[in-house]
Structures are given as structure tokens and as C-alpha cells.
Nanobody, 127 residues
Framework: QLRLVESGGGLAQPGGSLTLSCDDS????????IGWFRRAPGKEREGVSC????????FYTDSVKGRFSISRDNAKSIVHLQMNNLKPEDTANYYC????????????????????WGQGIKVDVSS
């Protein structure tokens, strides 16, 4: 059964960078569309970035375009979210999710009801 584990979160200064990783010990991540979501205190969950299973197509929410980059290595069953030029408003708990038979835009824009979720990891952007 798919089991997602996030890593790489922590504290960063505004303008700094962090790289989040999502991996799966069963090495089956390659069968899924993968998404990064976040929930800031007092706010709704937001789809940040999603990537397709095979062709590498991606989706980014407007607030992170040009700053965040999602990538995947199916052979290693891992997905990365490179976050540059971090802003205080990026502070949130970030969650990795995997879902089959969906597109990056559909997954990130909607409610991935059939997704498998990781436990989440905290990102804190402050000076």
C-alpha cells in the first residue's frame, strides 16, 4: 500500500529556499499523479503544485509560479518541490498526495477525494 513520507521542511528566511521531498517505500509512486498541498493557519487547504504520472506536465497555483518547481524521479519513487524566494505567506503545513487517473490541473484545483496523503511537514518562513 502506498505510504508517502515528506521531508525537507523547516525554517527559512524570506527570500530563502527549501526543497521538499515526497517518497514512497513501496516504489510505486510512478503510477500516480502527485501533488503538493498546503494549509496555512486559519485558511483552506490549497493545491500548490501537481505533476503528471508520465509526461511531466505540471500545474502551479498563481502565487507560486516562477518561484516553485516540481519534479519527479519515478525510478527512485520520489517527488521534489523546490521552493525559491520564499515569502512569509508560504508558511503552512505542506502535504504530499498521490492520486490515479487524474490530471495535474484537476488534482490541484479540485478536491482529491481518492488521494493517498502524507502526514505533512511544516514550513515556516520568517525573519
Amino acid at each position: 500500500q502506498l505510504r508517502l513520507v515528506e521531508s525537507g521542511g523547516g525554517l527559512a528566511q524570506p527570500g530563502g529556499s527549501l526543497t521538499l521531498s515526497c517518497d514512497d517505500s513501496t516504489f510505486t509512486l510512478g503510477y500516480y499523479t502527485i501533488g503538493w498541498f498546503r494549509r496555512a493557519p486559519g485558511k483552506e487547504r490549497e493545491g500548490v503544485s501537481c505533476i503528471s504520472r508520465e509526461d511531466g506536465s505540471t500545474f502551479y497555483t498563481d502565487s507560486v509560479k516562477g518561484r516553485f518547481s516540481i519534479s519527479r524521479d519515478n525510478a527512485k519513487s520520489i517527488v521534489h518541490l523546490q521552493m525559491n524566494n520564499l515569502k512569509p505567506e508560504d508558511t503552512a503545513n505542506y502535504y504530499c498526495a498521490a492520486e490515479r487517473f487524474t490530471t495535474p490541473q484537476a488534482m490541484c484545483s479540485g478536491d482529491p477525494a481518492f488521494a493517498t496523503w502524507g502526514q505533512g511537514i511544516k514550513v515556516d518562513v520568517s525573519s
